[in-house]
């Protein structure tokens, strides 16, 4: 029975992934009970890991350091993916504000730090230790451990242990602030995404159908190309009905005279200006006026149409007219600039043998998309991770600050899902492929957390490091505390955006899982990576300048 000791207590390859797998299929069969309705989730597979690790089942740590950043990486990396086309938007519409609450939990956590420090006395680099744990930043431990080699010569062992001590109790802590917020403010979940939905503009820019009769004798006898300029709305006009009762396509050279009725596809927001440059609501049944013209969605599968505009494509030549663009489940106005991306759902209008040859040029292959485009992935790892190694020097501060394997590549994914098709690169991935390298990278990352805390854990309690996981918890809730009453209660902040605010502040990967979990939207994601970046370049160099300057 050696082999079977050697699998389970070994120093092997076989023994470290079985170890890995073991960890991780546990946690997650752990995180399907529910007390109260309330679950930890995935998070139970850190603590099965410094279970598994405190009873002797450890993992080298140079594998065990491997497979957690890589496992870090690909988690940021399909976020990144994921919410890359809504960063900059998001970003507009309320990230200053994000980004400088963001700004007052780091340095808060920082304030607390320091204070503990004069009232205990536990040294700088300890004390960084425990904050890094309780603001769950590997990047900040790493840095701190840096700073000290640099600063003393000697490696601490003491500031991993403190980040080890602190870590578990601030992922508990960190989601059991998402929920005190819940209650304390009674949010109702259903009524906070009707709200985040009818104010993050998508109502507002989808598009809409509406049928109008001309009556404004100004454009009688004027073609739809200089109306559309006049106008200056996006808007499409799909098909026309002559007063003889006569039905056809609409182009820019289509002449409109009063009394013809029009079909026009435009944003909610544009309604009204063009129903009164045009005429009034007519009540018609386009379908039932002439079966000759259907309509039919096509989906963008061919590459080499990625990024390209509508306006390149001359389907008008085909004898098809696009009206809507669908992408992520929202109907865009398809007007002649918008830029096609790999997924995108096309609304074709015209007869059925245009629409065949419209297919063809457009792909319409669910195979296609089937297939992984690996490429956009793993070449922006490779640059997230060189960019997260550059090392960014600062007056005053004798060693550089560098962003690091979660910062980097959090970084470049969003740049390459956002201007990626305006390069004629596909990022598409289809939501369960991206979803599985987020299980699967948090996962990893999770484990391996918990089988290198678990071999000093429970030593380092017993032997008065108890006292650091009091530290750690003031140092994880004061700031989110105080940060999120101040964002719901000052700012109005949704509770959703919230929530990914304070996953992203503190830079927690499992406290985002619980919250899209729990939301079952993206809105937790785009507040988590709207102050990622800021928040995980803070949290890297507040550590090494509190070892610098203050150790």
């Given at each position: ?174 989601i059991g602030t998402i929920l005190v917020l819940r209650y304390v403010f009674r949010v109702d979940l259903r009524q906070e995404e009707d709200r985040a939905t ?213 970084i470049v994914a969003i740049l390459v899902s956002r201007f990626g098709p305006k390069y004629k690169l596909v990022t598409y991935t289809t939501v369960s492929a ?97 102050v990622y970046p800021v928040t995980m370049f803070l949290r890297v160099l507040c550590a090494q300048l509190m070892i610098l300057l203050l150790a």
């Amino acid at each position: 029975m050696n082999w079977l000791q050697e699998l389970f207590f070994g120093h092997g390859i076989a023994h470290s992934i079985l170890m890995l797998a073991v960890v991780i299929a546990v946690g997650i069969v752990l995180g399907k009970i529910k007390v109260k309705g309330i679950s930890l989730g995935i998070t139970w597979i850190l603590f099965a890991g410094i279970v598994f690790s405190h009873f002797g089942m450890r993992v080298d740590r140079n594998i065990l350091h491997i497979f957690q950043e890589f496992g870090l990486i690909l988690f940021v990396y399909s976020i990144g993916l994921q919410v890359g086309p809504g960063f900059f938007s998001s970003f507009k519409k309320g990230g200053v504000t994000l980004n400088l609450l963001a700004t007052g939990i780091v340095l808060l956590g920082v304030s607390v730090t320091y204070v503990l420090h004069l009232f205990t006395d536990i040294p700088i680099p300890v004390m960084v230790g425990i904050m890094s744990g309780a603001v769950t930043n590997t990047p900040g431990l790493g840095a701190a451990q840096q700073a000290n080699m640099d600063v003393t010569g000697l490696d601490n062992p003491d500031i991993a242990t403190g980040y080890a001590v602190a870590y578990p109790l601030a992922v508990v802590g960190i989601i059991g602030t998402i929920l005190v917020l819940r209650y304390v403010f009674r949010v109702d979940l259903r009524q906070e995404e009707d709200r985040a939905t009818a104010s993050d503009g998508t109502q507002e820019y989808a598009a809409c159908k509406i049928s109008l009769r001309v009556t404004n004798p100004a454009i009688n006898g004027m073609k739809v190309g200089p109306i559309h300029d006049m106008i200056q709305r996006n808007f499409v006009i799909s098909r026309i009905r002559y007063a003889d009762g006569t039905v056809k396509m609409v182009n820019a050279e289509t002449v409109l005279h009063t009394g013809d009725t029009v079909l026009v596809i435009t944003s909610q927001s544009a309604v009204p200006a063009i129903t009164a440059f045009i005429g009034e609501v007519a009540d018609i049944e386009w379908q039932q006026l002439n079966t000759q013209f259907i309509s039919r969605r096509i989906l963008i599968t061919k590459s080499e149409l990625n990024g390209r505009t509508l306006s390149q494509l001359r389907l008008r030549s085909l004898g098809v007219s696009i009206t809507r663009v669908n992408r992520s489940g929202i109907d865009l106005v398809a007007t002649p600039n918008l830029p096609l991306q790999i997924g995108d759902r096309v609304t074709v209008v015209g007869t059925r043998q245009s629409i065949a040859e419209a297919e063809k040029k457009l792909g319409n292959s669910l195979k296609r998309l089937d297939h992984p485009n690996l490429f956009p992935i793993f070449a922006g790892i490779v640059l997230g991770v060189i960019l997260g190694s550059v090392p960014f020097v600062f007056p005053g501060i004798p060693q550089p600050v560098k962003l690091g394997l979660a910062g980097g590549p959090l970084i470049v994914a969003i740049l390459v899902s956002r201007f990626g098709p305006k390069y004629k690169l596909v990022t598409y991935t289809t939501v369960s492929a991206n979803l599985m390298l987020r299980e699967v990278g948090i996962a990893l990352f999770l484990a391996c957390v918990g089988l290198g805390a678990g071999e000093t854990f429970i030593q380092t309690i017993v032997a008065g490091g108890y006292k650091w996981i009091g530290y750690g918890v003031l140092i994880t809730l004061i700031p989110i505390l105080t940060v999120g009453v101040i964002g719901r209660k000052l700012c109005k902040l949704n509770y959703f955006t919230l929530s990914g605010l304070i996953a992203g502040s503190m830079t927690d990967p499992p406290a985002l899982a619980y919250a899209n979990s729990m939301a079952g939207n993206d809105i937790p994601a785009v507040g988590y990576a709207t102050v990622y970046p800021v928040t995980m370049f803070l949290r890297v160099l507040c550590a090494q300048l509190m070892i610098l300057l203050l150790a």
